[in-house]
């Protein structure tokens, strides 16, 4: 029978893995997606879990999934649907089949699909498969449970303890489907189990085991697969969330322009991680204060950045709405900071664990007076890299706040990541005071091209000053209430941002003879760069243009936007984006593709909206 199971060569596959919260699916994927990316495949994950705390066992708001697209090469999105589903109970597969295509390969627990399991998952008979149309051919029926149990009766472990490990069985199974090497995974779980080796083995054990109920019942499928890497760059490479890889450009960022690290911050579902992650790395400098509310959380950095550090605050939309006061702070004072804005659903409390776009005024004009400040928008987990490092070099360079967009979809969701080498990364210059200017200093004396006023740090003799919410001279740096000088203030403070340098903004695709401009920020770039792929695949011209930076636009803007018959802008909200271009780029009255479902976009759908476009 081995010999005679195929093994197909696969360019890409998306597993997505299902079960209660406490089953493990996140671990279960994220270990899965590591392995894969340290083989060299491309990967892009959506973790998609509840909102509840801990929803009741079995029931259906309680299922949490993680959903993993591998490729050969780069990969874009998590995909749409899912090639393998892992359901590990009733209310799994009740949920989770509307993600997997209609031949896909689904993987049960038998064991958790019992009558109450049944009830509480609101099937109305013992026949769940053909209750939803699933041909029973298609699925993997495995007593996983109970083989668990089987396999641990002798490691000592209770039995709250064994049933645990039930996401390691499921994790060994689909390794055997993709012809995984388990030892990849055992040097995970010995890493992540370090001070708890009996615990690492047992899962290993489980892992094995799950495997070899592959391997030796061929567990229903016809054929295995192999996904090959077809284009890696050489180099180190790890599988990186969107927060981890922010927190490491904050910290690259620090150690180019060699200062303390500090971050002020307050925990927020979707960006907790980041305060989470920071606090590891002591040893290169950081500083994390976890404080009691937000305010104080954008306070205690506003501090830290008068005293000379690179100071950060994290957290998410309904923070940005508290900290909006000490954020006008360092927008008086000129203070160089970064505001990472990890967006969720809103508005309220909302849906704390999905994903939106919805913050981008908030970001552009959500601050009392005239308070310009340059926004980011991160296009993807690994760039949340490059887009933090970029925000700490403008926030230094030009001695001003920077706002981060990232969102609950790339800062949760992952990518291999290739580790970048420090040398190569742009220089950080922060704009200090000059020699010449000591004992006669005053903070706001500008340089004359870039309008950036000079940073001195306290304590530095002959650069005494002093900072505060109160409008200042713009010569002396005394408290003016002068409206002359108000007015000059104002415009001085707008003018600075404005002339920021920023890349120009990349037109990708049929550039030059695009009958459709796809036009998008931030995080959807994988969705709307697979949709132009579509299109063109089905003979269409098209060409997109993602925008990352926002405030200042690239300078070349209206000449992009100007330049095709069509344009579509597509972003999670209502429309925000497309009125923000509206104001700034004359007689553009582009289409507009608008969706708020804190969820990521369905490239299909993309695909159907923008064909209509063209056909109009």
């Avoid at 697209?69 to 359901?87: E, Q, S």
């Avoid at 009740?94 to 958790?112: L, R, V």
């Avoid at 989470?276 to 976890?290: P, Y």
């Amino acid at each position: 029978m081995a010999e005679k199971l195929e093994v197909k060569e696969l360019d890409q596959v998306v597993v997505r893995f299902s079960g209660d919260s406490g089953d493990g699916m996140q671990l279960a994927g994220n270990i899965f997606s590591t392995v894969s990316a340290t083989v060299g495949n491309g990967i892009s994950t959506f973790p998609d879990y509840p909102a509840d705390i801990r929803a009741p066992q079995g029931s259906l708001t309680g299922v949490s999934g993680f959903q993993v697209h591998i490729g050969a090469g780069r990969v874009y999105t998590p995909g749409d649907k899912c090639d393998v589903l892992v359901a590990m109970n009733a209310a799994a597969l009740k949920t989770q089949y509307k993600y997997a295509k209609p031949q896909a390969t689904i993987i049960i627990d038998t064991d958790s699909f019992g009558p109450k399991d049944l009830e509480k998952a609101k099937f109305q008979s013992e026949d769940y498969l053909g209750e939803m149309g699933i041909d029973p051919d298609r699925v993997i029926q495995c007593p996983l449970t109970k083989m668990v149990k089987d396999c641990l009766a002798e490691s000592g472990m209770d039995n709250k303890s064994i049933l645990k490990c039930r996401n390691m069985f499921a994790l060994g199974i689909v390794c055997w489907l993709f012809n995984r090497d388990l030892d990849l995974v055992s040097n995970f779980l010995r890493e992540k189990f370090a001070k708890k080796p009996q615990i690492a083995e047992n899962n290993i054990k489980v892992v094995q085991a799950g495997y070899d109920y592959g391997h030796n019942t061929h567990a229903s499928v016809p054929a295995t697969y192999r996904i090959e890497s077809t284009s890696k760059e050489k180099g180190r490479y790890m599988d990186i969330t969107g927060n981890k890889a922010t927190s490491y450009g904050l910290i690259a960022a620090a150690e180019k322009a060699g200062l303390r690290l500090f971050l002020g911050s307050y925990p927020i579902t979707p960006a907790t991680d980041i305060l989470h992650e920071l606090s590891k790395h002591k040893s290169c400098g950081v500083i994390t204060v976890q404080c009691e509310d937000e305010i104080s959380g954008c306070a205690s950095a506003v501090g830290a950045s008068f005293a000379g550090a690179l100071a950060a605050t994290s957290t998410s939309g309904p923070g940005i709405c508290l900290k909006s006061e000490a954020i006008n702070l360092a927008v008086i004072d000129e203070l160089p900071l970064v505001i990472i804005d990890v967006q969720r659903g809103g508005p309220s409390t909302g849906l704390p664990t999905k994903s939106e776009q919805t913050d981008l005024l908030q970001a552009l004009y959500g601050r009392n007076g005239e308070s310009p400040m340059p926004v980011i928008a991160a296009t993807s987990p690994t760039d949340c890299f490059d887009a933090a490092y970029q925000a700490s070099k403008i926030a230094l360079e030009h001695l001003t706040p920077v706002i981060l967009l990232t969102d609950a979809f790339i800062a949760n969701g992952s990518a291999a990541w290739k580790l970048p080498n420090i040398a190569d990364l742009d220089a950080i210059n922060p704009h200090y005071v000059t020699p010449e200017q000591k004992g006669n200093y005053t903070p706001y004396e500008r340089d004359p091209e870039s309008l950036v006023r000079y940073w001195a740090i306290p304590g530095q003799e002959g650069y005494t000053h002093i900072l505060g919410g109160l409008e200042k001279d713009g010569k002396t740096g005394a408290i003016s209430t002068e409206p002359e000088n108000h007015n000059i203030m104002c415009g001085l403070r707008a003018e600075k941002v404005a002339r920021i340098p920023v890349p120009d903004l990349e037109v990708e695709g049929d550039k030059d003879d695009a009958e459709l401009l796809i036009v998008g920020f931030g995080s959807t770039y994988g969705h709307l760069y697979s949709a132009m792929e579509e299109l063109q695949k089905q003979g269409k011209k098209v060409a997109l243009a993602q925008f990352k930076y926002i405030n200042p636009l690239p300078k070349n803007t209206a000449e992009v936007l100007t330049k095709y018959k069509k344009v579509v802008v597509a972003e999670q909200n209502l429309g925000q984006f497309a009125a923000f271009l509206r104001s700034k780029v004359d007689n553009f009255a582009p289409y507009q593709f608008n969706e708020v479902k804190g969820q990521p976009f369905v490239v299909a759908e993309l695909v159907a909206n923008f064909s209509e476009i063209l056909e109009k």
